[in-house]
């Protein structure tokens, strides 16, 4: 099994920052990609970054110059740094991790954390 627990969400003004954070434990034989996605009251979860082990990144377009996201692969960790954030970016953010794991056999999986809230105040 692998664990996610994320960090980092809070009540921030409109025009600040926050970074999150996100540590995955456990059975981890191969960290393949990580990254966030969020879900506003009344929407539908939405991507907004993923890096992959090699340090590729995708972001949404509403995250694209705002936002950055980092890995450290030694300790299996992913921050996201948000700035100048928004209304807007009010969610639950979600930390999402795919996985190689062995136990006797490989095989690749998804993970996801709790949630952490962010609220951004106008």
């Known amino acids: 099994q692998v664990q996610l627990v994320e960090s980092g969400g809070c009540l921030v003004q409109a025009g600040g920052s926050l970074r999150l954070s996100c540590a995955a434990s456990g059975n981890i034989f191969r960290l393949n990609a990580m990254g966030w996605h969020r879900q506003a009251p009344g929407k539908q979860r939405e991507l907004v970054a993923v890096i992959s082990n090699g340090g590729n990144t995708h972001y949404a377009d509403s995250a694209k110059g705002r936002f950055t996201i980092s890995i450290d692969k030694p300790k299996n960790t992913v921050d996201l740094q948000m700035n100048s954030v928004r209304p807007e970016d009010t969610g639950v953010y979600y930390c999402?991790?795919?996985?190689?794991?062995?136990?006797?056999?490989?095989?690749?999986?998804?993970?996801w954390g709790q949630g952490t809230q962010v609220t951004v105040s106008s």
């Open positions: 999402y991790a795919v996985v190689t794991t062995y136990n006797g056999s490989v095989g690749t999986f998804n993970y």
